[in-house]
Structure formats: C-alpha cells, structure tokens
C-alpha cells in the first residue's frame, strides 16, 4: 500500500521542478529532432550512405534519446496535471497552506505567523489539507 502522506508531501516539494523540467524536457526533445532534420545528419563524418557506422549509430542513439525524452516528458506531465488538478479542487486556505508549506517551503514558523494561528492549528489544517489532496490524487488508494 502507498504511504499517501509521503507521496503528496514529495509530489508537492518536486511540483514547481517538475513544472520547469516539462519545458526543458521540450526543448530537448525539439533540439534532438532539429538534429535528426535532413539525410546529412545521418551522414555526418562518412562521405557515402552506409548500412552502419559511426553515423548511423549516432542517428540511431539519437532515436532512441528522443523516444526515452518523450516517454520521461509525458510522465512528469501526467504527475504535474494530477498535482495541478488536485490543488485546483481544494478550497483556497488549503491550496495557500499547502503552497507555502511544500511548494514555496516557507518555514513553518513563518506560516504560522503569516496566518495568524497556534502552530498545533497548522499542523491540524495542514494534515487535514494533505489527506484531502492525496485522497484527489490517489482516491482509494489512501
């Protein structure tokens, strides 16, 4: 069985990462496709087309860079979509509460005091509000 609390707190502190490391995973993927682009670049280094080689052992890790790329792309997308989804169904203190605490980690006490509350009545907002999201993201699995 999942420890759901440890996967929303991980899924939470990696969220703003794994939003950037999307972008940056597309941007690879498009610069080893520009550079598959064209016969030459499988021909670079040889001057004539040969059934292997060199070149054509580049053009084939290139191939098989960019399917691992696009596989590892659409399953970040998947995790931060469920993130973006289950925070999206939270009611608004929730989502604050648990931006500050995980994705921003702003320190405890700091959110203790920007809230205005006992540190015993964030702790019990922010486990109520990490049992709601993991129940969003893993359903029967909590």
Known sequence: ??????????????????????ESMRETIAQIELSM????????????????GEASDKWLNSIVECDEMKISLANTEARVHRIAR????LPEAEQVLLDRLYI?????????AAMGLESSRVYELAKKALRHLAVRMYGDAV
């Open 1 to 22: 069985m999942i420890d759901w609390n440890y996967s929303v707190k991980r899924d939470l502190q990696e969220y703003a990462d794994k939003c950037d490391a999307v």
């Open 37 to 52: 682009t064209g016969i030459s670049s499988a021909l670079r280094g040889d001057s004539s087309v040969k059934g292997c």
């Open 86 to 89: 289950g925070l999206d169904g």
């Open 104 to 112: 921003h980690h702003i320190p405890f006490n700091q959110t203790c």
